[in-house]
């Protein structure tokens, strides 16, 4: 018994697997897409994180230089009532 098939059935068995090449080489189009914008998003957060690090640095800083040299600051103070 021989698979042998007639060219209809050869030149529609083509079009499917064309059909299907094609669909997924869409669906790999798009993937890339959306891998390249989520490479820029997170590009972006690193970007915005090393800023508000920074900052948050500076603050820090800031709020030591401004403490009392005695250490005490007055939200470490005890309210009369206590």
């Not at 993937?31 to 997170?42: C, F, G, N, P, T």
């Not at 972006?44 to 005695?70: D, I």
């Not at 005490?72 to 309210?79: A, G, I, L, Y």
Request: glycine share 4%; proline share 6%.
């Amino acid at each position: 018994m021989t698979n042998e098939l007639s060219p209809a059935e050869l030149t529609q068995l083509v079009e499917s697997l064309e059909s299907r090449l094609a669909h997924q080489e869409h669906w790999l189009d798009t993937l890339d897409q959306a891998v390249v914008q989520q490479e820029r998003r997170l590009e972006k957060l690193e970007q915005l994180s090393g800023l508000m690090r920074e900052r948050l640095r500076e603050q820090h800083q800031a709020l030591q230089a401004s403490e009392p040299q005695g250490g005490q600051r007055p939200e470490d103070d005890v309210p009369p009532h206590y």
